[in-house]
């Protein structure tokens, strides 16, 4: 029953992605026998019920608190808040959303709602009422788990399906009304029993809805199922490399996917502690969260490295980073250069990887006992088949660039859009395939290098351009800490290449400095891809996940309406 981790872990890629087999990963589960499964069991109470019972699941700290809650610990609290959704008559399937800040009450209200079965809708904490509105009404959700801080920004009189509202933390409570009630996190919990029935669910049962935005339209609640936990189980096993005695640190927020698949799940299904920061980022903040905690994997995203990049060599020897053994980062292209420069400064190679909301679980990777390729996202995760299709969906040859395409039927696939089967089935044209609309190219060896998202491609003067080729060499750069690169339409060229970039502490916007990087790209790359026109901004629009928005940019620079903004960082 016990599912240690006693599998060895991943000593030889090829010999793993030959004998790989899903169903050897769900006998390590207590329930392929019964078929019956409950994420929140899998992750939490069978550790408590091990020899893991007293081991730390949650090491949670941010400028007022700190805390930290064993298995046992996150069983109780969990059941309590089962027990609170139930005796307000919530049941299966309903959608309890979760929109705080991060705090320990996310954890165990997220735990708390899939123990009954509802299905978790995190929302990142700095939603505004338009985007809060979105997700609540398009998913029907008839409980939010909030604070009174951020309550106004939740208009639930306009909201016909919201019935119950559960307050976590001190603050003015409203008054009851006939269409909605208002409760006291602290107080329900002390009424409720520590001892719950658990809902045991089928498979295919719904879990956990992440929206996430398009190219077009609203944001799309994207629906994963309990089905999940056997990919985020392996995944995080052999990608993360958890061992027995890991602290593990993913940053990302339980808003976003990154933050549940592999800051909630992965780690504890595999029975890991997991440390989670609340506050802001600084560079200081989070090395001493390494040094506090000895933090010896840590899961992180680019962005947040360009921006540790900003921190001098003796900057960082104030910190003891010696726990750290591995690196990971996800979410938007890791630089060669990123790479480099963590073997310098950590004397560790940062993994890059790749997936997405809808695949709910890791692709594509670098494995720890693989050879890294600076700047490329690894190679497919085995029991996954992923390939480079044209729109036809033929293989291209390698080294052509076409979409970076997933065999449907691998366990953690998303299984709806919310309300929106249309846009389910656009992702799946290619007959038997899931389609990224990401652009990449497969090489000799099998490896797979990210291009760009198919719509940000640059076609100028006849030469197809890849924007994060341009990029990469404009941070390799000394002056430059980000850049952005979009096509400019262009009566002669077709498009022009204008690069964006913001720069690193103490360089100056200057002509000089933005001739100096057209020139730089140039001499580097390609006369083709240097940019003509390069403009020095203070920051650059990013989404809550740390992409840089090139279409923002691009809307900013034509004058064109800029969409849905709101996954961005403001
Ligand atoms: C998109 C998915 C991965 C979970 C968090 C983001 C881009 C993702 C990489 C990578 C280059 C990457 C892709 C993908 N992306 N990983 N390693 N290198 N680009 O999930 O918000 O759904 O975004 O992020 O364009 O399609 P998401």
Redesign the pocket.
């Given at each position: 029953m016990s599912h240690s981790i006693k599998q060895p872990n991943m000593q030889d890629y090829d010999e793993a992605y030959a004998n790989f087999s899903w169903k050897e990963v769900e006998e390590a589960f207590s329930w392929h026998e019964s078929g019956k499964v409950n994420m929140a069991y899998e992750a939490i109470d069978r550790h408590a019920e091990s020899f893991r019972k007293n081991k730390v699941a949650l090491y949670y700290s941010d400028e007022k608190r700190d805390e930290k809650y064993t298995f046992q610990d996150m069983k109780y609290l969990s059941n309590t808040f089962g027990n609170v959704l139930r005796n307000l008559g919530i049941e299966k399937g309903e959608r309890v959303f979760l929109f705080m800040p991060r705090s320990p009450e996310i954890y165990i209200s997220m735990m708390g709602t899939l123990k009954i079965g509802a299905i978790a809708g995190p929302l990142f904490e700095a939603f505004m009422e338009q985007a809060v509105f979105d997700r609540l009404e398009n998913s029907d959700a008839s409980v939010l788990v909030t604070t009174p801080e951020l309550l106004p920004r939740v208009p639930y009189k306009e909201l016909p399906s919201l019935k119950h509202i559960i307050l976590v933390g001190d603050g003015e409570i409203p008054n009851n009304s006939k269409d909605i009630n208002f409760y006291v996190y602290e107080q329900e919990m002390r009424k409720a029993s520590r001892e719950l029935e658990i809902e045991w669910m089928d498979r295919e049962d719904g879990m956990i809805l992440h929206y996430?935005s398009g190219s077009t339209g609203k944001p799309k609640g994207v629906l994963h199922v309990h089905n999940a936990m056997i990919h985020q189980y392996q995944t995080a096993k052999w990608i993360l490399d958890l061992k027995e005695d890991d602290i593990y640190w993913c940053t990302?927020d339980p808003g976003?996917?990154?933050g549940t698949s592999y800051g909630v799940f992965g780690p504890w299904l595999n029975g890991a502690s997991n440390v989670i920061r609340g506050g802001r980022f600084s560079p200081e903040d989070w090395y001493s969260t390494i040094e506090k905690y000895r933090v010896t994997i840590w899961y992180s995203a680019?962005t947040a490295f360009r921006r540790l990049m900003a921190v001098d060599e003796e900057g960082i020897k104030q910190f003891d980073l010696s726990s750290l053994r591995h690196i990971l980062?996800?979410?938007?292209?890791?630089n060669a250069e990123v790479v480099h420069w963590g073997r310098k400064v950590y004397g560790l190679s940062i993994h890059?990887?790749?997936?997405?909301?809808?695949t709910g679980g890791i692709i594509v990777s670098n494995y720890p006992s693989m050879e890294i390729k600076p700047g490329s996202?690894g190679k497919p995760f085995p029991g996954v088949e992923a390939a480079i299709l044209d729109g036809e969906g033929n293989e291209v040859p390698r080294g052509q660039m076409g979409h970076l395409c997933v065999k449907s039927g691998w366990p953690a696939m998303m299984r709806h859009i919310w309300k929106n089967e249309e846009k389910l089935n656009g992702y799946f044209e290619i007959p038997g395939w899931f389609d990224?609309?990401?652009l990449a190219t497969m090489d000799e060896d099998g490896y797979i290098w990210?291009e760009g998202?198919d719509d940000d491609v640059i076609l100028t003067s006849g030469e197809r351009v890849g924007p994060?080729e341009v990029e990469s060499k404009l941070v390799e750069h000394p002056s430059v800490a980000e850049a952005a690169v979009i096509g400019k339409p262009d009566p002669v060229r077709g498009e022009i290449i204008k690069a964006f970039v913001s720069l690193r502490e103490g360089y100056e916007k200057s002509d000089g400095l933005e001739k100096e990087l057209r020139e730089f790209v140039k001499k580097g790359l390609a006369a083709h891809v240097a940019p003509r026109e390069v403009e020095i901004r203070d920051f650059l629009p990013k989404?809550r996940?740390g992409?840089i928005m090139r279409r923002v940019l691009k809307a900013w620079e034509l004058d064109l309406p800029t969409g849905d903004l709101s996954t961005m960082e403001k």
């Open positions: 996430t990302a976003w996917v990154t680019p980062s996800v979410g938007e292209p890791l890059d990887h790749w997936w997405m909301t809808e996202m990224s609309e990401d990210f998202r994060f989404t996940s992409k």
